[in-house]
């Protein structure tokens, strides 16, 4: 019912940039919250960024001041600009929609296939 389209993932050396997009379609009544996740090997699972509806974005610690999230309501896609990367950046990142189906009540999480970022010279 919904997709979730990322791009922007690859291989950048250290102090580059990256620019994250993420575009949701189906059948959407709301977007509550748009972000990413990110996942390194043997880490958990964090939260990166997140904007909801109303822009009120948070960030991990690591990442203030380097990464910027953003949001096009009319696209229905969120971006992650990321500058000053570094290698400890090197992950997978998921993208994530928190939505309102139409025709329901619920609401409902939905996440990408995610991409790789890597950051190495």
């Known amino acids: 019912q919904v997709q979730l389209v990322e791009s922007g993932g690859g291989l950048v050396q250290p102090g580059g940039s990256l620019r994250l997009s993420c575009a949701a379609s189906?059948?959407?009544?709301?977007?509550?919250?748009m972000g990413w996740y990110r996942q390194a090997s043997g880490k958990e699972r964090e939260l990166v960024a997140r904007i909801t509806s109303g822009d009120s974005t948070n960030y991990a610690d690591s990442v203030k001041g380097r990464f910027t999230i953003s949001r096009d309501n009319a696209k229905s896609t969120v971006y992650l600009q990321m500058d000053s990367l570094k290698p400890e950046d090197t992950a997978v990142y998921y993208c994530?929609?928190?939505?309102?189906?139409?025709?329901?009540?619920?609401?409902?999480?939905?996440w990408g296939k995610g991409t790789l970022v890597t950051v190495s010279s």
């Open positions: 994530y929609i928190n939505v309102r189906i139409r025709q329901s009540f619920h609401d409902m999480d939905y």
């Open positions: 189906g059948s959407i009544f709301r977007i509550n919250a």
